[in-house]
């Protein structure tokens, strides 16, 4: 029997949220749920039907028509109109595991009972989540202020029996969607269209998916950091922790620790240096690492504290009868987060490619390029060319979005936060990372050849023993691409237990 979360009022985590996800449990609204919806719903219904007066979104038109009044008998039209009015999201489709993570948050953010839908609705995007029906989202279209209001209107067509979904690798129209469940389309009704195209999801559930993979790649990091630094025959004198006890920032700490941990019982650490000091590539780890991990920390509590909020517009307070037009859906926090989540990420980038360009430049015993014919074999020479235009990417990818703004609907919405723009680089970012560190882990099994007899640590070998059944060692020219590709989906089947992550 398939497991089942109820979706409540019980603050998710990045790791709940991935365990939700991943182990395809079905949701089902809690009975306190379904009372909020319900009773945000009666509630404005009973508003609409006592009151001429204007409310934005509600019985009025929308950003600079926010004073066109709208009769009753159009409210649905008017609903209608929004979603279809707004799907003009361009660019590449969003990727399907990301999709339902928008479906996710965004059932989630309605749940709370602050903005004023149907059960119905509520229930046929848990039908959509439940059945693995996932509408066809763009990656453009989004400024991150009015939410991200073009890929949340790609999200809400299908409920409307329009736009496209993807079932079981195949696409379909809203209305075929419909037909071959034999749903009916949602009649939207007042605040619904509003409530659905407002808010944060196509964001949030970007930085939901990027975090995850950023602390995978944070933790390999350190392991191919520790793989290089024997390879390269450095010293484990940097990572003495009364060195950054008086330094204590926190990543940097773990970062030192989990450096010597990996090295335990490594005999290449351990043996006598010819020089005193190693190049700031390795010198500097539990620094530069762990600069970065405490930037992940931060990234992932302003990602937390916004898959557990209401951000559409306007809220409805049923208890203190109030209904307020404001701007929770503004993306500003998860705009700076990308930003600086961007900019971490390729760093860590950075000072990887630095090692790999250390491991091939033919110091410390190391032949030139790792090749034993160097001259006749290019050997590792431009894996690291690749390592280094990738890194470069990154670093103009990593230039902010979010001190940009630019105005729209006829001056109303005068700021914007660019989050968008921002979660879609930063994915840029962290998928480039991933072969910058297959380069670097690439380089580092291939010098720690050239280091045997001698060893490194049973942590370390047992790595490089699972990874040489995935890439041989390399003794003469070949096509380098295809051992890259499969050192990429080596990083990618490799499973680390969660607190190894997020301890």
Known sequence: MQETHYIDNKSLSLLSINEIVTTNKQLILSEEATKRIAKCRRYL????????????????????????????????????????????????KVPNEIVKLMLFLKIQSLSYGHSGVQLATVNRLIDFYNHNILPVIYTQGSLGASGDLAPLAHLALP???????????????????????GWQKIELQAKEGLALLNGTQFMSAYGVSILLKSFKLSYLTD?????????????????????????????????????????????????????IQDPYSFRCIPQVHGASKDTLNFVKKTIETEINSVTDNPNIFAEADEIISGGNFHGQPLALGFDFLGIALAELGNISERRTFQLVSGSRGLPSFLVSNPGLNSGFMIPQYT????????K??????????????????????????????AKRIVDNLETILAIELLNAAQALEFR????????????????????????????????????????????????????
């Open 45 to 92: 219904d009973e508003k609409l039907s006592k009151s001429e007066k204007p409310m934005y979104g509600i019985n009025t038109g929308f950003g600079a028509l926010y004073n066109v009044k709208i009769s009753t008998k159009n409210l649905t039209t008017l609903q209608e109109n929004l979603v279809m009015s707004h799907a003009c999201g361009t660019g590449e």
């Open 387 to 394: 390592a280094a235009s990738i890194v470069s990417q990154n």
């Open 223 to 275: 392991v191919f950091g520790a793989l290089s630094l024997d390879a390269f025959d450095g010293r484990i004198e940097p990572f003495n922790n009364l060195i950054h006890l008086v330094r204590p920032h926190n990543g940097q700490l773990q970062t030192a620790k989990r450096i010597k941990e990996f090295l335990t019982d490594s005999e290449i650490i351990r043996q006598e240096k010819k020089h």
């Open 396 to 425: 103009q990818l990593a230039t902010p979005a979010s001190v940009d703004s630019i105005v729209s609907s006829n001056g109303q919405e005068d700021h914007v936060s660019m989050g968008a723009n921002g979660a879609t680089k």
């Open 452 to 503: 045997k007899p001698i060893k490194t640590s049973p942590f370390l070998e047992s790595l490089v023993q699972m990874y040489r059944s995935e890439v041989s060692f390399i003794e003469e020219d070949k096509v380098l691409h295809d051992d890259i590709v499969k050192t990429i989906n080596f990083i990618q089947n490799l499973t680390i237990d969660s607190e190894e992550l997020f301890g």
């Open 159 to 181: 409920l409307i029996a329009k736009g496209e979904v993807t079932f079981e690798d195949k696409n379909y129209s809203g209305e075929e969607i419909l037909d071959k469940f």
